[in-house]
């Protein structure tokens, strides 16, 4: 069992950076294949970073490269998103997810992922 709180959100103007935070909690996180995805309103939720249980493979929505960056440290169980040049676009709420058997080439598909955090809002303003 994996208990994931993410944090980091809030409220920038574009062009703006911020970092995403997600703590795991339980047994053998580095074990573990991490993701983040995003909701905007009214949209469905899409991918948009993951990162195998090494680190050592990243991949990222085609939207966001150059610009967010995935990283993990597995000392600290923790999973991050650097979020750079910000658009009002970007503007939704964050998911942090978990999956212990989750091949790198899935990173991208949400129904790999067992497990799930609440959310952090990001609001990016013009």
């Known amino acids: 069992q994996v208990q994931l709180v993410e944090s980091g959100g809030g409220s920038v103007q574009a062009g703006g950076p911020l970092r995403l935070s997600c703590a795991a909690s339980?047994?053998?996180?580095?074990?573990?294949?991490m993701g983040w995805f995003r909701q905007a309103p009214g949209k469905e939720r899409e991918f948009v970073a993951g990162?195998?249980?090494?680190?050592?493979?990243?991949k990222h929505a085609d939207f966001v490269k150059g610009r967010f960056t995935i990283s993990r440290d597995n000392a600290k169980n923790t999973v991050y998103l650097q979020m750079n040049s910000l658009k009002p676009e970007d503007t939704a709420l964050y998911y942090c997810?978990?999956?212990?058997?989750?091949?790198?080439?899935?990173?991208?598909?949400?129904?790999?992922?067992?497990?799930w955090g609440q959310g952090t809002q990001v609001t990016v303003s013009s």
């Open positions: 990162i195998n249980w090494r680190g050592g493979y990243t």
């Open positions: 339980g047994r053998a996180f580095t074990m573990y294949a």
């Open positions: 997810a978990a999956d212990r058997s989750l091949s790198s080439d899935y990173l991208d598909r949400q129904l790999g992922y067992d497990y």
